[in-house]
């Protein structure tokens, strides 16, 4: 079954330091990977997409990679600020005969505290 | 560049009742795509539109419908709303379509009552 899954659903880190998320997808074929942020009562803003042969694509202080041997892909942010105070969320195109569709993780919540 | 433009902002219908919403893209893009975001099950594909075509489409009930005019522009239509339709629902335009890069609109928050 294609699925993309999350971790953690929910995250709270002090102002100025690292994190990473998580996203395991189960989807075949694979073609690319996005990753959206979403303030609240707001529509995602794209922060980078992966395709098959990319590990590594940075947008400022995001940074994505991608391992498709293991189905995973992570994005880590550095020296958070307030502004970061965002869901996070996976984004997968699922091929199917005729039809195409996107599957889309569950989010990540996370909360910037100074 | 204007950017994806949903209207209205906020609706409120009752049980029953049906509604459409809009959506303006991005000019030059051609393909439309909808989503229906809830608490309980995040972000779900609706269906994508593609030169007034529907090209590709998710797992919803036929209430759910659409349209794309040949600017571009698309309609939503929900008939016989549900209370569990209550939903931020958001549309996306792309150039190309859903695989490659698309911008999204601010939504429209739905509440039926």
């Known amino acids: 079954k294609n699925q993309v899954e999350q971790s953690p659903q929910s995250l709270i880190i002090l102002e100025g330091k690292n994190c990473t998320l998580q996203?395991?997808?189960?989807?075949?074929?694979?073609?690319?990977l996005r990753w959206y942020k979403q303030d609240t009562g707001r529509g995602p803003v794209s922060l980078t997409i992966?395709?098959?042969?990319?590990n590594t694509k940075s947008n400022g202080r995001y940074t994505a990679t991608l391992d498709a041997d293991t189905k995973q892909s992570s994005l880590h942010i550095t020296a958070s600020q307030l502004s970061d105070s965002a869901s996070y969320i996976c984004?997968?195109?699922?091929?199917?005969?005729?039809?195409?569709?996107?599957?889309f993780g569950t989010g990540t919540r996370l909360t910037i505290i100074p | 560049k204007a950017g994806v433009t949903q209207t209205p902002r906020y609706l409120i219908k009752t049980r029953g009742q049906q509604v459409t919403l809009s959506c303006s893209p991005i000019?030059?893009?051609?393909?439309v795509s909808w989503y229906q975001q809830t608490p309980g099950q995040g972000l779900q594909f609706l269906f994508e539109?593609?030169?007034?075509?529907?090209?590709n489409k998710g797992n919803f009930p036929g209430r759910f419908s659409g349209r794309q005019f040949s600017n571009s522009r698309s309609e939503m239509n929900v008939s016989t709303l549900e209370l569990g339709d209550s939903a931020l629902y958001l549309c996306a335009s792309s150039f190309e379509g859903i695989r490659y890069g698309y911008t999204f609109g601010s939504g429209t928050r739905l509440t039926v009552v």
């Open positions: 000019s030059g893009h051609r393909s």
């Open positions: 539109y593609f030169s007034e075509t529907q090209r």
């Open positions: 996203c395991n997808y189960t989807v075949s074929p694979f073609s690319n």
């Open positions: 984004v997968v195109p699922i091929r199917e005969v005729g039809n195409e569709k996107l599957t």
């Open positions: 992966m395709t098959f042969s990319e």
